[in-house]
């Protein structure tokens, strides 16, 4: 996929549901590692990749995992695959988007971790 996701994105301002503050503004073409390829539709709200203000320091909100972050929102809303491949998937995109491997594996154990946090929340 062609890299220009800063002209993709439209920010909206005030509190949205569950943070979904912007707006894809044109499809975003991926293939999974299954092979499948998918298409993030024009005006998908998404959270980018959401962490709390206090971390931006270490997980900044921007950066070049931002592809894998929209495409993990956009898996989760189709409710087809179950959280560990979401973010399998958001991993092996940033791992070809973003060179830094280390926030790689930080924010995929981030994910899994909050994915166990809302299975145990749920039983």
Same mark, same amino acid.
């Given at each position: 996929?062609?890299?220009?996701?800063?002209?993709?994105?439209?920010?909206?301002?005030?509190?949205?549901?569950?943070?979904?503050?912007?707006?894809?503004?044109?499809?975003?073409?991926?293939?999974? @590692?299954?092979?499948?390829?998918?298409?993030?539709?024009?005006?998908?709200?998404?959270?980018? @990749? @959401? @962490?709390?203000?206090?971390?931006?320091?270490?997980?900044?909100?921007?950066?070049?995992?931002? #592809?894998?972050?929209?495409?993990?929102?956009?898996?989760?809303?189709?409710?087809?695959?179950?959280?560990?491949?979401?973010?399998?998937?958001?991993?092996?995109?940033?791992?070809?988007?973003?060179?830094?491997?280390? #926030?790689?594996?930080?924010?995929?154990?981030?994910?899994?971790?909050? #994915?166990?946090?809302?299975?145990?929340?749920?039983?």
């Amino acid at each position: 996929m062609e890299k220009r996701i800063e002209t993709a994105l439209i920010y909206r301002k005030g509190k949205q549901p569950e943070g979904r503050n912007w707006i894809v503004k044109e499809p975003l073409k991926f293939t999974l @590692s299954t092979g499948v390829k998918i298409v993030v539709p024009a005006l998908f709200a998404t959270a980018l @990749s @959401s @962490s709390p203000r206090a971390i931006w320091g270490l997980f900044p909100p921007f950066g070049d995992f931002i #592809d894998a972050a929209i495409l993990h929102d956009y898996l989760l809303t189709l409710k087809v695959y179950d959280r560990a491949f979401c973010a399998r998937e958001m991993l092996n995109r940033s791992m070809h988007d973003n060179k830094n491997r280390l #926030d790689n594996w930080a924010r995929f154990l981030a994910v899994r971790a909050y #994915d166990f946090y809302i299975n145990r929340k749920t039983k």
